[in-house]
């Protein structure tokens, strides 16, 4: 081990394949997208880094980033790693896996949170946690949690102890919003627009069907724009009665996003679903964009209520809260100041506190920790 720069492995046999060059090209996922940051940021830092993942024939090192696909044989004799990181699938850390050390990244819900109702699937859910954690925490005796809500989860429902949860955000790449085109002056020719950015079964049915006919009543010309990796021809069919005023875009590259994003003035995301981190509220506010959304799970830390966006209280879907998720759209698209102080808010604090690079001092300074810690072995 390196005294100066712990080297780690990052195990992510829960991803989609890619290799370094696809995020000039193509839409990433959230997951694959931090893995890609957090491991070029470390590598950056000092640290020797290798992803252990799906890049196939392109497999080789990017940035000082060896990637290696996991099919191979050779990675599983390395003898040099001193911290090995399972990403998202907790019970592969009970797989052979070289490392001294071994953390565990969590980056999904677990399907139990505090806003899960009472019930028989809380209380199956619960004890089948309590197993897992009994089964697998020998083999992961730390979690690395991508917002505190999720931490919280795990110590809460899943039995890891609280100083063995740490917390890492999230992040952007500042780069790629200083590049984008500042925000062009108002325009009265042009309409309003509001974007949506995220998968689409969260929330794209809700916001199209109910959400922005409310809207429209108040702000007649206002445009959706959808843009997504995942399928939209159901979503197409729903939105066949708005017109031009819904504008179907595929997926855009990272760099691509962020220089559109910067020519909007909203991004709205009606969702319940339970978000662990949501690094497309984080892009839109990097661009510039308050956020309207639900005040619920990790959401309520990725925006500042009443600061970077508005948070919705109640239950998603129900009348009252389609009505005052849509009243705050609508207060925001009819004051050009407010919606640009919020904004500009937003864009500040994205770029200040949760970028890729301060990701990766987090990660680095804790892979110090744990590489000298002896409680950590698995």
């Given at each position: 081990?390196?005294?100066?720069s ?21 839409a990433?996922?959230?997951?694959e ?36 696909d ?64 009994r ?26 102890r ?33 974007a ?6 969260r929330?794209?049915g ?34 066949s ?42 892009e ?12 619920r ?15 919705i ?14 009243s ?6 009819q ?7 919020m ?8 770029l200040?506190e ?25």
């Amino acid at each position: 081990m390196s005294a100066e720069s712990p080297s780690v492995l990052f195990y992510a046999d829960l991803c989609r394949p890619f290799a370094p060059p696809d995020f000039e090209t193509r839409a990433m996922g959230g997951s694959e997208t931090a893995l890609f940051y957090v491991a070029r940021d470390l590598a950056a830092l000092g640290h020797q880094v290798t992803v252990v993942a799906h890049p196939g024939a392109r497999q080789g090192v990017y940035d000082g980033v060896t990637y290696v696909d996991i099919g191979g044989a050779e990675w599983r004799e390395y003898r040099n790693v001193d911290v090995t990181v399972v990403f998202r699938q907790l019970p592969h850390a009970r797989r052979p896996l070289p490392g001294r050390h071994r953390l565990f990244w969590g980056h999904d819900h677990i399907g139990l949170y505090p806003e899960l109702p009472h019930g028989i699937k809380r209380s199956l859910l619960a004890a089948a946690w309590r197993l897992g954690y009994r089964l697998f925490s020998r083999h992961a005796p730390g979690v690395v949690a991508v917002s505190r809500w999720l931490a919280n989860c795990y110590v809460e429902f899943a039995g890891w102890r609280s100083d063995r949860a740490w917390v890492i955000p999230n992040g952007v790449n500042p780069e790629l919003f200083r590049d984008a085109d500042p925000r062009p002056p108002a325009d009265e020719n042009r309409p309003l627009r509001v974007a949506y950015t995220s998968v689409p079964e969260r929330g794209l049915g809700l916001l199209i069907s109910r959400v922005m006919p409310a809207i429209w009543a108040q702000v007649p010309d206002v445009e959706l724009h959808v843009f997504s990796y995942r399928p939209l021809e159901a979503y197409r069919a729903l939105a066949s009665s708005a017109g031009s005023r819904v504008v179907f875009h595929g997926g855009l590259p990272q760099r691509d996003l962020a220089r559109t994003l910067a020519s909007y003035d909203l991004w709205l995301y009606p969702t319940d679903f339970p978000e662990t981190s949501c690094i497309a509220a984080m892009e839109a506010q990097a661009a510039g964009l308050p956020v309207v959304t639900s005040a619920r799970y990790a959401l309520r830390e990725t925006v500042e209520d009443g600061r970077t966006g508005i948070l919705i209280e109640g239950t998603v879907g129900s009348a009252e809260y389609v009505e005052r998720f849509a009243s705050a759209a609508v207060r925001l698209l009819q004051d050009a100041r407010l919606r640009r102080e919020m904004g500009e808010r937003a864009r500040r604090r994205v770029l200040t506190e949760f970028t890729w690079s301060k990701a990766a001092q987090r990660w680095s300074q804790l892979l110090y920790e744990v590489a000298t810690d002896a409680g950590s072995h698995p």
